[in-house]
């Protein structure tokens, strides 16, 4: 069985030994040194987790599969748009209130002959777009809150009764109800202040 790097065997003795916070202010300041740059400093600044997964939760299960890639639902766990919280289909493309297709300014989309562009479905992340993809049932089940920019964030997780999460190791036990495991995570950003 080949070993741990020692880099990783240090990181691990790091991350055991103090906060998770700690671990973050340190692991950036060596970034820092070790490269000289001020944008890697930037990048995992602590409270500010996105560069290791996103804020409130660092890589240990990976995200549920969105269309824009940081896990962001509404509250009935449909895609948002991490960066404003606007709706998006299952393409990434944002759209209005009605589920059609929409530029930044929410004007229609229009295709070179000048019409509407067709509409894309919206799937909910983990009760929809999970079993369709993965052919298991899931079941939204644990949640954490964390304080993310200023407002209380809602993590959660997708369980399901499978052995195997989806990073394709052995899925986590304790965190969902029923012998159920936590398959992957998405989170809602509330407008309670923190």
């Not at 509407?116 to 999970?130: H, S």
């Amino acid at each position: 069985m080949p070993s741990e790097p020692a880099g990783a065997r240090l990181a691990d003795a790091a991350a055991a030994a103090t906060s998770r916070r700690g671990f973050l202010d340190r692991l950036a300041r060596g970034l820092m040194a070790v490269t000289g740059g001020a944008a890697v400093a930037r990048a995992v600044k602590p409270g500010e987790a996105e560069a290791f997964h996103f804020c409130g939760h660092i890589y240990t299960t990976a995200s549920c599969p969105h269309p824009t890639g940081i896990p962001r639902v509404d509250l009935h766990g449909y895609p948002l748009r991490a960066k404003d919280g606007r709706r998006v289909d299952d393409l990434g493309r944002l759209v209005d209130h009605r589920g059609r297709p929409v530029d930044e300014r929410g004007r229609l989309l229009r295709d070179p002959d000048g019409r509407v562009v067709p509409e894309a479905p919206r799937t909910r992340i983990c009760l929809d777009g999970i079993p369709r993809r993965y052919h298991h049932r899931t079941y939204l089940d644990g949640t954490w809150h964390r304080c993310c920019g200023g407002h209380v964030r809602r993590l959660i997780d997708c369980c399901s009764y499978s052995k195997v999460r989806i990073n394709g190791d052995a899925s986590l036990t304790g965190y969902c109800y029923q012998g159920r495991r936590v398959f992957c995570v998405m989170y809602y950003q509330t407008k309670v202040p923190c």
